[in-house]
């Protein structure tokens, strides 16, 4: 069997070619032999890509021949190469250098011009630029050259410093479209919050910190994830009924880079439907760099203490509590050296005076009760002060100095945990560490030996977040308005 594959163009012209693409053979039929092979598939998109830019460019060219005021053609100064990126291969294309006409009605622009260099912002095709974003903040960009190489004919040349590039190439545009940062973002007053539509149900903003090998200096650095879920939406649904809750937002940061952690974090919340009038609550593990990243960002927020963090901590101080000496042990010890239970070296603190203080400080915080928690702390804190303490002992009372530090810092941020708890609400920021783990470990941790900078690390966490909320096609439609126009649903006809 001889099959031959020719693509056929009409310019506006109305001049018609015809072109031999391919000529296939099959002989003996099997299952490697069926249809096309990935190869075979691979040079015929090349060659079709390259016959439909000739094509097109031809015409364009045509088009922009003559003076848009006289007819004049415009005289021929030169050609410089250009080449083009696209998803089906790279190819180089002669962009001409044109004299402006003598007519003189644009001469005072420039004396020449070059209409495929105004044409073509850039030289990489958006789908290919789309897809090289997508998959590599996805995976690494080693096994996405890897992957792209495999299933489309890309150029050789292609390589991992390449994609790199191309990638973070995108986050800076992305970002270059960020206002300028403010210290306070609540604009308006009550009064014409009360005049807006009833808004959607609350908004909980969770934020947490993760950490990532650093590149140039030894140690990690710290990066702020968080995701934002809106309770429910007033819209209703077609069918009626509860309308389902709106879905959650990822997003990510190096706060050291670009300066605008804040209104990063505002439009982030701006583009899920925020308004004045909307109650917003933040929970965060009350660390010092995400404390003050929360304030001032809208006028009916609610900033919570995460109570996973305060129990992760009191849970530390009671498997440190249990290595302490019990009484009996404490007296077997006094006893085995002989001395007096006045002596400064018998002095310690037993697991059974601990134990209990650590159950109602527990008790305390949960119910909001701040001051009686951090009395009892600094009175523990205390009790702990012996003149000779055991390493067991100094890990404890460290431990419970770092937890007094902690409250007083964040008590403004801690309410009552039981009564939100029975009401419904959310106190936790639980689900948000399988948000550091999708973020940053799925690619920038686990499993991965290599080590990124801060700014590296910023611009891949870009448009990672911008994937996993499936928002990266709408940005590349925002710059390329004829990109992969959104296809209208369509109903099935009746009985299929």
Not at 41 to 60: H, M, N, P, S, T
Not at 96 to 107: N, S, Y
Not at 394 to 403: G, I, M, N, P, Y
């Amino acid at each position: 069997m001889k099959v031959e594959l020719s693509l056929k163009i009409t310019l506006p012209t109305g001049e018609v070619g015809e072109h031999l693409l391919s000529t296939l053979e099959r002989d003996e039929l099997s299952l490697e032999t069926l249809g096309l092979s990935l190869q075979e598939g691979k040079a015929l998109l090349r060659d079709v890509q390259q016959r439909l830019i000739e094509a097109q460019l031809d015409a364009f060219l045509d088009a922009q021949r003559s003076c848009t005021t006289c007819g004049e053609a415009h005289s021929n100064k030169g050609k410089h190469p250009i080449r083009l990126r696209t998803a089906f291969g790279a190819f180089e294309v002669d962009s001409p250098r044109w004299r402006r006409c003598a007519c003189g009605a644009d001469l005072k622009v420039t004396k020449t011009f070059s209409p495929l260099a105004a044409l073509f912002t850039g030289h990489v095709h958006p789908e290919l630029l789309y897809l090289e974003t997508k998959w590599a903040s996805l995976m690494s960009y080693g096994l996405t050259t890897a992957l792209l190489h495999d299933v489309l004919p890309l150029d050789a040349t292609t390589s991992a410093v390449t994609l790199r590039n191309h990638v973070l190439a995108v986050a800076k545009r992305s970002e270059a479209t960020l206002g300028e940062e403010r210290t306070n973002f609540i604009d308006g007053c009550p009064a014409q919050w009360a005049q807006l539509p009833v808004p959607d149900g609350p908004l909980t903003v969770e934020i947490d910190g993760g950490y990532v090998r650093s590149y140039r200096k030894p140690g990690v650095f710290e990066v702020i994830v968080g995701k934002s879920i809106g309770s429910f939406s007033r819209e209703e649904r077609g069918g009626g009924g509860t309308p389902p809750p709106p879905p959650g937002r990822c997003f990510g940061f190096v706060q050291s880079e670009g300066g605008k952690s804040r209104r990063r974090l505002f439009e982030h919340l701006r583009t899920q439907g925020m308004t004045a009038n909307q109650h917003v609550v933040f929970l965060s593990d009350g660390g010092d760099t995400v404390r003050n990243l929360q304030l001032y960002l809208h006028p009916q927020a609610e900033h919570i203490l995460d109570w996973f963090h305060v129990t992760m901590r009191l849970t530390v101080l009671s498997q440190l509590a249990k290595g302490l000496a019990t009484k009996a042990q404490i007296e077997a010890r006094r006893v085995a050296k002989k001395l007096d239970e006045d002596d400064e070296k018998y002095a310690d603190v037993a697991r059974e005076q601990v134990e209990p203080d650590l159950a109602s400080i527990k008790h305390y915080l949960w119910h909001g009760n701040t001051f009686r928690a951090l009395e009892l702390i600094r009175s523990l804190e205390f009790e702990c002060d012996v003149p000779s303490p055991s390493k067991e002992l100094k890990k404890f009372e460290r431990a419970v100095s770092e937890l007094r530090v902690y409250i007083n810092n964040n008590q403004a941020f801690i309410p009552n945990y039981g009564e939100k708890y029975h009401q419904g609400e959310t106190i936790t920021t639980a689900f948000v560490e399988s948000t550091v783990n999708q973020v940053i470990s799925k690619r920038m941790v686990k499993k991965q030996s290599m080590a990124w900078t801060p700014k590296g690390a910023h611009l891949l966490l870009q448009v990672r977040t911008r994937v996993l909320n499936d928002e990266l096609e709408d940005l590349f439609r925002e710059w390329h308005p004829a990109f992969r126009p959104p296809v209208p649903l369509t109903t099935a006809a009746p009985g299929i």
